[in-house]
T-cell receptor
Framework: DTGVSQDPRHKITKRGQNVTFRCDPI?????LYWYRQTLGQGPEFLTY????????KSRLLSDRFSAERPKGSFSTLEIQRTEQGDSAMYLC????????????FGSGTQLSVL | DAKTTQPPSMDCAEGRAANLPCNHS???????VYWYRQIHSQGPQYIIH???NNETNEMASLIITEDRKSSTLILPHATLRDTAVYYC????????????FGTGTKLQVIP
């Protein structure tokens, strides 16, 4: 168990640019979640995959956001035409295998849009 | 999923028990109570969960009232490393899709 890894840890971009984040879940976990967290708030659900299928999306996920999980392994979250309001921590979590009650979170990607 | 209410902050002396309350008065019969904590600059970490009965593991104890409308997380001997934001959530068995983490309780352990 190497844990959930996210890349990059920090991303600074200019408004209007596109950014992509990567999440590598724990290998035997079939479910993967993306969350967004702003300062002083708890994580907010964005989207959820079971294997390669994206089963649910929050209304927070505008059409500038897209997530994929090809082959049910790693996942990417892309934000197009970034806005200053997109500045946040983006967290990935996975669940499954024998420990199927608890989410394992990565350390997140901190996005700053200037 | 039901919403939870937690005090925004609490202090606890090092070595003493930390008792963190959570109100979940609208919890449904099949919803579990979970606790996670988040140390600065890290993702949340699972602590413990329960349905009806009290639970204990190597990290903490969870006391759920008989009517299931509230619960208390107990850290028996708080250390400085327990300083974190603690989230109480409720979730259906099927998953975390509709979970609301809220703002949690900021626990400060004081030397």
């Amino acid at each position: 168990d190497t844990g959930v890894s996210q890349d990059p840890r920090h991303k600074i971009t200019k408004r209007g640019q596109n950014v992509t984040f990567r999440c590598d879940p724990i290998s035997e976990h079939n479910r993967l979640y993306w969350y967004r967290q702003t300062l002083g708030q708890g994580p907010e659900f964005l989207t959820y995959f079971q294997n390669e299928a994206q089963l649910e999306k929050s209304r927070l996920l505008s059409d500038r956001f897209s997530a994929e999980r090809p082959k049910g392994s790693f996942s990417t979250l892309e934000i197009q035409r970034t806005e200053q309001g997109d500045s946040a921590m983006y967290l990935c979590a996975s669940i499954g295998g024998t420990a199927n009650e608890k989410l394992f979170f990565g350390s997140g990607t901190q996005l700053s849009v200037l | 999923d039901a919403k939870t209410t937690q005090p925004p902050s609490m202090d606890c002396a090092e070595g003493r028990a930390a008792n963190l309350p959570c109100n979940h008065s609208t919890i449904s019969g099949n919803e579990y109570v979970y606790w996670y904590r988040q140390i600065h600059s890290q993702g949340p970490q699972y602590i413990i969960h329960g349905l009806k009965n009290n639970e204990t593991n190597e990290m903490a104890s969870l006391i759920i009232t008989e009517d299931r409308k509230s619960s208390t997380l107990i850290l028996p001997h708080a250390t400085l490393r327990d300083t974190a934001v603690y989230y109480c959530i409720v979730r259906i068995p099927e998953g975390y899709q509709k979970v609301t983490f809220g703002t949690g309780t900021k626990l400060q352990v004081i030397p």
